[in-house]
Structure formats: structure tokens, C-alpha cells
T-cell receptor
């Protein structure tokens, strides 16, 4: 069984500041993938970034980067220079054993960017 | 050009009714999924299908029956709807069972009264 823990139910951040959203995971598989999704108030699920368990470099996608610390089983999302449009729910998820099992999600962090 | 589409977007119905939600993907993917997001925003896998074959069924009541007429479609039929079925249902797809990245549909908000 796999598990994702997101310990920050909500966060308030000033615009233009960097944000770190915490995510720790638990899995007994050696091969797995870690994901972050954004869900704005409109409800759609937007894929942000992916990190494979064997990737040696931290994943980056524009203003998003994933701080992957395998020994600590953490996969924190870092958003640089936050914008008002970053206000949303953010979900960390894990998939192991291939895509057939689907994603296991954390409970999410509600991020609010203040002007 | 929508990659994963769902219909309807909103569905309001009474307890005891039977309803269906349709999902289509035009990405040429082999694997499709249904997820349920409850009122607390928690997302949980319900089903996954690969090449029209059911792979997993995560302790979902048998009132829920997925049907995949072809690789591009995965529909969700729900019998005898209950108040607790009220949720947002997301369809998703991935290239195959070895591909981790999943593309989500816009979601269907089901309200049972």
C-alpha cells in the first residue's frame, strides 16, 4: 500500500514570494512516480510536475520545481515568484507498480496568494 | 481539441435513480481511470481499465459499473443512487499501464437529493 501525507491544510503567501508545499510519501516499491496537480476553484485537475524514483535530478517545469529527497521520502513542490493565479488546491500523488493502479493522492494544500 | 472530455459536467438527480457519466479521450491512450473526489476534496481511485479490460476495482459498491465500449471511452453507470454518491467524478487516461502521467477530464459534479 502507498500513502501520501500533506501536512499543510492551508497556506497564505504574499505575492512574488517563493512557496514550498510539503509532501511525504510511503511505498514499499522501488520504482514509483511522484506528481503534483493543481486544482483551481474552477475544478479541473492540472498536471504540474513529475519525478521518477530513479531520476537523479530534481524535476523542474517553469516556475515549479520538485525538491526530491529520496532517503527522507519527501517530494516538496517549490513555486518561485508566486502569482495571484497560483491560488488553488495542490495535490501530491504517487503511482507505483506501473500506471495500472492509478494515483494515490494526499489530502491537498489550499494555497492562497495575497497581493 | 479537448484531450479528455466528460459529459455531463453537472448532474442533479434524486435518490434511487440510475445515471451514467460518459468519458472520451482522443489521445490514443490505452489506460483509463475513474476517480471520486468527495466533499472534503479527497481524491480516490475507483477503477482502472486497460484496453477495455478492468484492471482494478478499489472497493467500490457494485452499484457502480464501468463500461468500456472501446479504448477511447470509459463510461460510469451508477444504479440506485444514494446521498453519499454526491461527489465530483473525474475520468483520466494514460498512455499505457507503464506510463505514469495521467491526463484528467474536467470532472462531473453529481448531486443526489
Amino acid at each position: 500500500a502507498q500513502k501520501i501525507t500533506q501536512t499543510q491544510p492551508g497556506m497564505f503567501v504574499q505575492e512574488k514570494e517563493a512557496v514550498t508545499l510539503d509532501c511525504t510519501y510511503d511505498t514499499s516499491d522501488q520504482s514509483y512516480g511522484l506528481f503534483w496537480y493543481k486544482q483551481p476553484s474552477s475544478g479541473e485537475m492540472i498536471f504540474l510536475i513529475y519525478q521518477g524514483s530513479y531520476d537523479e535530478q530534481n524535476a523542474t517545469e517553469g516556475r515549479y520545481s520538485l525538491n526530491f529527497q529520496k532517503a527522507r521520502k519527501s517530494a516538496n513542490l517549490v513555486i518561485s515568484a508566486s502569482q495571484l493565479g497560483d491560488s488553488a488546491m495542490y495535490f501530491c500523488a504517487i503511482e507505483s507498480g506501473g500506471g495500472a493502479d492509478g494515483l494515490t493522492f494526499g489530502k491537498g494544500t489550499h494555497l492562497i496568494i495575497q497581493p | 481539441d479537448t484531450a479528455v472530455s466528460q459529459t455531463p459536467k453537472y448532474l442533479v438527480t434524486q435518490m434511487g435513480n440510475d445515471k451514467s457519466i460518459k468519458c472520451e479521450q482522443n489521445l490514443g491512450h490505452d489506460t483509463m481511470y475513474w476517480y471520486k473526489q468527495d466533499s472534503k476534496k479527497f481524491l480516490k481511485i475507483m477503477f482502472s481499465y486497460n484496453n477495455k479490460e478492468l484492471i482494478i476495482n478499489e472497493t467500490v459498491p457494485n452499484r457502480f459499473s464501468p463500461k468500456s465500449p472501446d479504448k477511447a471511452h470509459l463510461n460510469l453507470h451508477i444504479n440506485s443512487l444514494e446521498l453519499g454518491d454526491s461527489a465530483v467524478y473525474f475520468c483520466a487516461s494514460s498512455l499505457d499501464t507503464f506510463s505514469y502521467e495521467q491526463y484528467f477530464g474536467p470532472g462531473t459534479r453529481l448531486t443526489v437529493t
